[in-house]
């Protein structure tokens, strides 16, 4: 039922049902779709897991679960014994509780979905905003004098 957690080699290949955790920095923790060069890979069985734990571990960053686990002066990290112990206990709390969680996850993921959508619409209205600037010291250079 549980992820495999190990470290992610850059060259390496990614396996299906995978997710990034960052394990430098103060975001360390952190789950992403995408790999970062300090990270450790979660491969889950299936879909079904794969959006728990990714999910969960979602949900253990922003409450700050992992950040009692952090070490280092300079730049703070997480061992991958003390990401995997994180999981399962976390994960033996909320199975019972599974359905409650999914509706926490359909929550989370129209959340995102939103933001996204928010993210997208903000990058359209700067790039509106540049084009309208441009264009108006374009007929600003090319009126007569």
Not at 37 to 62: D, M, R
Not at 65 to 94: M, W
Request: with cysteine; hydrophobic share 35%.
């Amino acid at each position: 039922m549980y992820p495999m957690v190990r470290c992610y080699h850059q060259n390496a290949s990614i396996p299906q049902h995978s997710f990034f955790i960052l394990c430098k920095g103060n975001n360390a923790g952190k789950p992403s779709l995408t790999p970062w060069p300090n990270s450790f890979i979660a491969t889950c069985s299936n879909e079904e897991y794969y959006k728990f734990f990714f999910w969960l571990v979602y949900g253990l960053h922003q409450s700050g679960k992992f950040k009692v686990h952090q070490r280092g002066s300079v730049i703070p990290y997480i061992n991958l014994e003390d990401v995997r112990t994180c999981i399962r206990e976390v994960a033996l709390l909320i199975h019972p509780n599974w359905q409650r969680f999914q509706e926490i996850l359909s929550a989370l993921e129209k959340c995102n979905q939103l933001k996204s959508n928010l993210a997208q619409q903000i990058i359209a209205t700067e790039n509106l905003q540049k084009a309208l600037l441009q264009q108006y010291f374009q007929q600003i250079k090319n009126a007569p004098k």
